[in-house]
């Protein structure tokens, strides 16, 4: 598959199998984790958490489900959405994925912003991996952001981290329950200028 093709199947998901991926497709995910770009190369900057552990993914779930309760901001954040939908939804951060890989990055003084593109870089590695895989992908940002604002349901020791490091972006894989179906590529979602 090449890349314009893969960009074709590359899409969100958000409805995930119970049945566990592969060994071997981690392994190929991870390396793709791996092969990222990485701001002035400090790759021992990053640290990934690989968590396919319920229990744990139920922990790390609690301070987004404490947030889904307040309707006005997720109203805000996932837009104009009825009420009956908002109450009818049952609210899993991970979206059932069976694994999920946290991307953790030493906090910055000296270049403070690069976390950021790194750690992103390396997500959207793993993300276009998982897709040339069959396998469905989606970043995972609403459990960390919940857990930074309601810091008593803060479970990230959950994730055992080294020290001076947080977690910044994670990516939920898995089978998805529907099979990934190539899409039109388009040119009109991001504005454009010119010089």
């Given at each position: 598959m090449d890349y314009f093709e893969l960009l074709r199947y590359r899409k969100s998901t958000r409805k995930f199998r119970q049945d566990q991926i592969a060994q071997d497709n981690l392994t190929a995910v991870l390396a793709a984790a791996n092969s990222a770009p990485v701001g002035s190369n400090l790759y021992k900057d990053i640290h990934l958490t690989v968590v396919q552990c319920r229990d744990a993914l139920d922990k790390?779930?609690?301070?987004?489900?404490?947030?889904?309760?307040?309707?006005?901001?997720?109203?805000?954040i996932i837009g104009n959405t009825p009420d009956i939908e908002l109450r009818q939804r049952v609210f899993d951060p991970f979206y059932g994925a069976p694994t999920v890989i946290f991307v953790s990055h030493r906090k910055q003084d000296l270049q403070p912003g690069i976390e950021f593109a790194n750690v992103?870089?390396?997500?959207?590695?793993?993300?276009?991996?998982?897709?040339?895989l069959g396998l469905g992908s989606v970043f995972i940002w609403g459990s960390?952001?919940?857990m930074r604002?309601?810091?008593e349901l803060?479970?990230?020791?959950?994730?055992?981290?080294?020290?001076?490091?947080e977690p910044l972006l994670g990516i939920a894989i898995g089978h998805p329950e529907q099979e990934l179906k190539a899409r039109d590529?388009?040119?009109d979602k991001l504005a454009i200028n010119y010089l």
């Open positions: 790390l779930s609690a301070a987004a489900v404490k947030r889904w309760e307040d309707k006005a901001k997720m109203k805000k992103t870089c390396i997500a959207y590695s793993m993300h276009l991996a998982a897709t040339c960390l952001e919940a604002e309601i810091p803060d479970n990230t020791a959950v994730l055992n981290l080294p020290d001076d490091f590529l388009k040119t």
